[in-house]
């Protein structure tokens, strides 16, 4: 078990490019979460699979913003047109079948810089 | 509505001093509540958490919670700082599927 693997763990980018976040959950966890952590605020939740399956989505997901977990194994979260208030850490963290976000282990982040 | 709210900014606290973290929350059941710690460079770790039960939780590293209902609060106490508790710590409560943070403390340790 090596834990939430998330790549890269920084992006640096010119606004209105595309950019792909990848996350590897914890082999046997079925469900995967994305938040977004803002400088000197706590993480807000974005979206929520079940297996492959794109369960909920938060209203700060806007329609620039896709996720996908094609397989019900590794997720990726894609942003179009980047723009400078995307600017974040994007965190993500998977739980294991029958549990939910009372069991979440988290990775360590991709942090996006938008110049 | 649902919503967190953690006080403190920053605080500085002594090595070997107590510490308490404040959180209050607003939520229109019964909250499960947790307390994560995030250091620079590394993924949220659960310190402990709150479903049911006794009021007070211990957590890992030393850390306790006590959840009080009448106050709606769930402040997190440790007796004796390290210097490796240095970190940023949110409060967090279940809505759902989804986890609601509060905004965080930043917790500075000197010696």
């Known amino acids: 078990d090596t834990g939430v693997s998330q790549d890269p ?4 980018t010119k606004r209105g490019q595309n ?4 996350c590897d959950p914890i082999s046997e966890h079925n469900r995967l979460y994305w938040y977004r ?5 706590g993480p807000e939740f974005l979206t929520y699979f079940q297996n492959e399956a794109q369960l909920e989505k938060s209203r700060l997901l806007s329609d620039r913003f896709s996720a996908e977990r094609p397989k019900g194994s590794f997720s990726t979260l894609e942003i179009q047109r980047t723009e400078q208030g995307d600017s974040a850490m994007y965190l993500c963290a998977s739980s294991p079948p029958g549990s939910g976000a009372n069991v979440l ?3 360590a982040g991709s942090r996006l810089t938008v110049l | 509505a649902q919503s ?3 006080p403190d900014i920053h605080i500085t606290v002594s090595e070997g001093a107590s510490l308490e973290l404040r959180c209050n929350y607003s939520y229109g059941a019964t909250p499960y509540l947790f307390w994560y710690v995030q250091s ?3 993924g949220l770790q659960l310190l402990l958490k709150y479903f049911s039960g006794d009021t007070l939780v211990q957590g890992i590293k030393g850390f306790e919670a006590e959840f009080k209902r009448s106050q709606s609060s769930f402040n997190l106490r440790k007796p004796s700082v390290h210097w490796s508790d240095a970190a940023e710590y949110f409060c967090a409560l279940q809505a759902g599927t989804a986890l ?3 905004k965080g403390t ?3 340790v000197s010696s």
């Open chain 1, 9 to 12: 763990r920084h992006k640096i």
């Open chain 1, 19 to 22: 950019v792909t976040f990848r």
């Open chain 1, 37 to 41: 952590q803002t400088l000197g605020q």
């Open chain 1, 105 to 107: 282990t988290f990775g």
């Open chain 2, 4 to 6: 967190v709210t953690q």
């Open chain 2, 40 to 42: 620079p460079g590394q």
């Open chain 2, 100 to 102: 609601i943070f509060g």
């Open chain 2, 106 to 108: 930043t917790l500075s």
